[in-house]
């Protein structure tokens, strides 16, 4: 199995890419996994970057690209201005089949567009959704975790449908318990848009919709599965990513510092830093677009090289559970919603 | 001043109410405060749980409702079948002029329904805000927090200056910086409501707009007043509540509980818990409805002795500033907005 890794684009130098890609490849080695991983960026770069790790600047095929996608571009450039980037090339090795898969930590916007118009999305799918598996009390996959800002009620249906398929196939959950993220727990809250698609998952007699869910119950297994638009998505995700590290910043300073410096030295840094690598997005791994025809994977945008290292190891084990084969054999039957349904 | 306190109706029996006002009831005379509380609800409760708190059962005033509003009521049910409700009975008493203030924990839909309807709004104000003041790094005051669920451009631009008002009258701070809630930080993120919101305020001269904030960023002192809608601002702040709870949990079992144990003895609980009640919304006092011509303060729905007696105070305070009076005196200069807007 090929992964090809877009090295620029993230918020972090492409040496930290290098560096995530050398920390794969020797887990790799470690867990006798038989992958391997395409770099495609700068060549120059990479080569040095690799130099200054002491390793071979041959240890990876390289796909050099000179210009690169920033997160201020925007969403079309990747086909326009931006068709030669590292992402853009890095999206048409996967199309033409000379990788099986492709990791990129840049602009979420342009990554979503670029992968939707190069690899396509499988057949009787509306629009591919950012999906990403919250490390919670139970694992709950939210999507859309931030690609489509504007969404349809047919969208959203259909992103319930996606969630239920990855978590009974990937994660082995039966019967998915599907909850639409609402304001309010009853049917007929959040805005005419949620009060519909509440409506139209409720008709869904194949999926087991539970009903709304409201963000502060989403951590304590309320569901498999959590539906909701990308904008919704990104602030919930983000709020927590804030609030863990206010309450990380909050513990460092007033139980580890000032006068509670002394219990530093009782009980370890590391206990509460473990805790709060929980809600570290960049522990996560990657999110798949699901919905695409081929494996894209998107990693946080600072991601650093652990980060990346799960992104490029959370690719593999995309590719090896065969979802985009299982979400393709039944994507005929997900809902066709056309009455008064446009985009809000 | 007369604070009226709707005892029914939240989530957590009257009798926690009346505990609320008792504990209130005495920070006045603690702190000299010269301010007296009415209660709203069915009399023989109230009476019943005075005489378990060993108080004397007129120790309040009483304003008698059999009928109450439930979580799951339609908000206009408040001026239909529920309109001799605690909770309408409450919102006329300071219509009426015989309060100064309403404070209610129950159904924020039929608070908010109910309080414009009959409190109505200060000239010029097209809708209310729920505003919430958010104890981080340094305050920031978030509206709308959960009324307003559809909003147009205007509203939000309207929300922007109230919030400037009340954080430059209330809380003194110079030229408060606006932020609006977004999915990225640049100008062209987010739906296009949000875009077009961006595009006003950047062109709102009397405002220091200061441009889009990430849900991630909110924490740490980016800006004094948070602009968004009320279902985006209910799952910021429900992400935020769920997570620390989450936390607060975590540390609890892995840190206190199992091998850590023998720890407990080592550092105080008490540390953490304190650290964890910043984000705890109980604790934040209530939540004022800025806009409306008279005071009306959103509790927690489900408050407890302690947080109903923060929003008691806050209510004092409330009427203490003249925030309401500093609105009406420049709510003429509010925008107007009236091309393409329509609630979405």
Request: hydrophobic share 45%.
């Amino acid at each position: 199995m090929k992964i090809i890794l877009d090295v620029m684009g993230g918020d972090n130098p492409a040496s930290e890419f290098v560096k995530g890609a050398v920390l794969a490849h020797d887990r790799f080695i470690a867990e006798n996994c038989d992958a391997e991983i395409i770099l495609c960026g700068n060549e120059r770069v990479i080569r040095e970057a690799l130099q200054r790790l002491r390793r071979s600047a041959d240890m990876f095929a390289i796909v050099h690209a000179e210009d690169y996608v920033t997160m201020e571009d925007d969403p079309m450039s990747i086909v326009q201005i931006h068709k030669d980037s590292s992402m853009s090339r890095a999206l048409k090795y996967v199309s033409d089949g000379k990788a099986d898969a492709c990791v990129s930590a840049g602009n979420t916007g342009a990554l979503f567009t670029g992968a939707t118009l190069i690899e396509r999305r499988i057949r009787g799918v509306r629009r591919a959704a950012l999906a990403m598996v919250l490390p919670y009390e139970c694992p709950v996959l939210a999507l859309d975790c931030g690609a489509n800002v504007s969404v349809t009620v047919e969208y959203l249906v259909q992103f319930a449908y996606l969630g239920s398929v990855y978590m009974e196939k990937v994660m082995g959950v039966e019967k998915p318990r599907i909850g639409l993220l609402n304001n309010g727990a009853e049917a007929h809250k959040g805005t005419a848009l949620y009060v519909e698609t509440n409506k139209m998952l409720r008709e869904a007699s194949d999926l087991n919709f539970i009903g709304n869910v409201e963000a502060k119950d989403v951590q304590f297994n309320k569901c498999d599965v959590l539906v909701t638009d990308g904008f919704t998505g990104n602030i919930m995700l983000k709020s927590c990513e804030g609030i863990s590290k206010f309450i990380m910043d909050k513990i460092n300073n007033e139980l580890f510092g000032g006068i509670g410096g002394k219990l530093s030295s009782l009980i370890r840094r590391s206990e509460v830093a473990k805790i709060l690598k929980t809600f570290d997005v960049t522990e996560y791994g990657g999110a798949p677009f699901l919905g695409l025809a081929k494996p894209v994977i998107k990693a946080h945008g600072n991601s650093d090289a652990n980060a990346v290292m799960n992104a490029v190891m959370q690719a593999v084990k995309y590719v090896d559970t065969g979802v985009i084969e299982y979400i393709g054999a039944c994507a005929d039957r997900f809902p066709k919603i056309v009455v008064n349904d446009k985009e809000k």
